[in-house]
């Protein structure tokens, strides 16, 4: 049979590059996989690995993408038209932070890639504002599915892809792993995240965060209890593990992550080829 | 993975060590469900030398839970290792499993 393996990156924020390491491990071993899922924070490494970016770049480009600055500037009318809708005519979606810089730092690797350009079939999560369900974006701009996916709620306002206006995957699907066993996989390597609190609530964006990271773990808890359950082949949890806390915008600790990511793989690797062979000689 | 099988008072003791996983899952799966059927449906798993589960794992351990529970017994963990730990708690494991930091107080639990 041949036997496809799946990575799952879920959401997580600066986390999420412990991803690398994973990936670097998996290199190193000649694993290779047939599909790349991400949601939220995961997004954005799912489709630096797809597009084929080797890791050095990835590295360099996560500096870029996670900067204090993508949060800095306030979204002021959308933050007006929450507290007087009539007089500044409020539409339905809200962010209170301003995504001018964000768009500017997606634009480098993700701008006008589509996920045919992707080496590796990519799969991206979001969630639709309109009804609650889980999107799953495997066509037309890798942008504007990243995008979306990280779209977290009061933050950013959402994005409108295919006429469907999108947020934060990890309102409904944190960690995919059930866009996987959907697609065929018999191997799942899962990395997910608690989605950290902010060391202090200081302002109206951190407590957004800080609400948003609440329901995020449960629901994370509650799909992947259901999804392990539900899977007939195997899921193999890949959690790393960090001794310090890692915030929302610890991008000092960038390599520490990516070291964690790859030691927590490096450990699970011996049993992954032990698997791959028996599925093989099936 | 090995597993081995004691007699604690009215306590069934499986001890685990190693990994489980889906290629050892349905061995340790079997050793309760042998044990159950025994009548054995106290049962205490000692995971003090498990250092990692996947899925097929958690799908071993609840099946024993419920075939436990179905038979006015129990399915106990003690002494469960960090990694082991985080993989239960993520999948909610932690709310309906009970957890004990070692084989006596899991024994115990059971009034033994």
Redesign the interface.
């Given at each position: 049979m041949t036997r496809r393996v799946a990575l799952v990156i879920g959401a997580g924020s600066v986390k999420c590059a412990a991803a690398l390491g994973l990936w670097r491990a998996l290199n190193r071993h000649g694993i290779e996989l047939s599909m790349v899922v991400g949601c939220s924070g995961g997004s954005l490494y799912a489709a630096l690995m797809a597009l084929g970016y080797d890791l050095e770049t990835c590295e360099r480009m996560t500096r870029q993408l996670w900067t204090r600055e993508v949060t800095s500037e306030r979204n002021t009318r959308g933050i007006l038209a929450a507290i007087f809708p009539r007089l500044f005519r409020f539409d339905g979606k809200f962010g209170m932070v301003h995504d001018r810089a964000m768009g500017k730092a997606l634009a480098g690797p993700y701008g006008g890639r589509t996920f045919a350009d992707a080496t590796i079939p990519l799969h991206v999560v979001a969630t639709d504002l309109e009804n609650g369900q889980r999107v799953v974006l495997s066509e037309g701009s890798i942008f504007d599915a990243v995008r979306a996916s990280i779209a977290i709620p009061y933050v950013w306002r959402p994005w409108q892809v295919n006429g469907r206006w999108l947020m934060d995957g990890c309102m409904s699907d944190p960690l995919p792993v059930d866009v996987a066993m959907r697609e065929g996989a018999d191997v799942i390597l899962a990395m997910?995240f608690?989605s950290p609190y902010p060391r202090k609530v200081k302002s109206a964006t951190r407590y957004a965060f800080q609400v948003n990271s609440i329901y995020t773990n449960n629901l994370?808890?509650?799909n992947?209890?259901f999804?392990?359950?539900a899977?007939h082949?195997?899921?193999?949890?890949i959690?790393p593990?960090f001794d310090r806390q890692i915030g929302l915008f610890s991008t000092d600790q960038i390599p520490y992550v990516i070291e964690e990511g790859e030691r927590a793989t490096e450990?699970?690797i011996p049993?992954l080829k032990?698997?791959l062979a028996?599925l093989d000689a099936r | 993975m090995e597993s081995s099988v004691e007699q604690v008072g009215n306590v069934t003791l499986v001890r685990v060590s190693g990994s489980v996983d889906g290629l050892t899952a349905d061995s340790l799966q079997t050793t309760f469900r042998e044990q159950v059927d025994a009548g054995a449906v106290r049962l205490v798993g000692d995971l003090g030398g498990v250092e990692y589960t996947s899925s097929a794992g958690l799908r071993a351990l609840l099946a024993t839970l419920k075939l436990a529970r179905q038979r006015g017994g129990d399915l106990r963990l003690a002494a469960v290792q960090p990694a082991v730990f985080r993989v239960l708690e993520l999948s909610g494991f932690t709310t309906i499993l009970k957890l004990f930091p070692d084989v006596d107080a899991a024994v115990k639990s059971f009034g033994a």
């Open positions: 997910g608690e994370l808890r509650a992947f209890a999804h392990n359950l899977h082949a195997e899921i193999i949890p959690l593990e450990a699970q049993y032990r698997l028996e | -």
